[in-house]
Nanobody, 119 residues
Framework: QVQLVESGGGLVQAGGSLRLVCAASGSGFSINTMGWYRQAPGKQRELVALKFSNGHTNYIDSVKGRFTISRDNAKNTVFLQMNSLKPEDTAVYYC?????????????WGQGTQVTVSS
């Protein structure tokens, strides 16, 4: 079984920065895509950024130029550097991984980490 453990959330003032980290642990698996989603109160969970196994990235428009996703494939770890944070970035951020076990791919989620941006 694969576990995703996130860290790095917290409270920051508008214009500040935070770095989220998500590490996958377990055995007998590999990971294709890794990324981050977020869910604000009363809203649906939305994609923030994805990092594909071929190195390509995908960002939601509202974070382009402010957030950067990166991966350490050897350590099954994904990072999200968040700069110039805005109050509307406040949400619970969830790590996502497309995990391959015995040739079958399935989605796995972390427990979430709270990011709060004060104005």
């Amino acid at each position: 079984q694969v576990q995703l453990v996130e860290s790095g959330g917290g409270l920051v003032q508008a214009g500040g920065s935070l770095r989220l980290v998500c590490a996958a642990s377990g055995s007998g698996f590999s990971i294709n895509t890794m990324g981050w989603y977020r869910q604000a109160p009363g809203k649906q969970r939305e994609l923030v950024a994805l990092k594909f196994s071929n190195g390509h990235t995908n960002y939601i428009d509202s974070v382009k130029g402010r957030f950067t996703i990166s991966r350490d494939n050897a350590k099954n770890t994904v990072f999200l550097q968040m700069n110039s944070l805005k109050p509307e970035d406040t949400a619970v951020y969830y790590c996502y991984a497309a995990v391959v076990v015995s040739g079958t791919t399935s989605g796995s989620w972390g427990q979430g980490t709270q990011v709060t941006v004060s104005s």
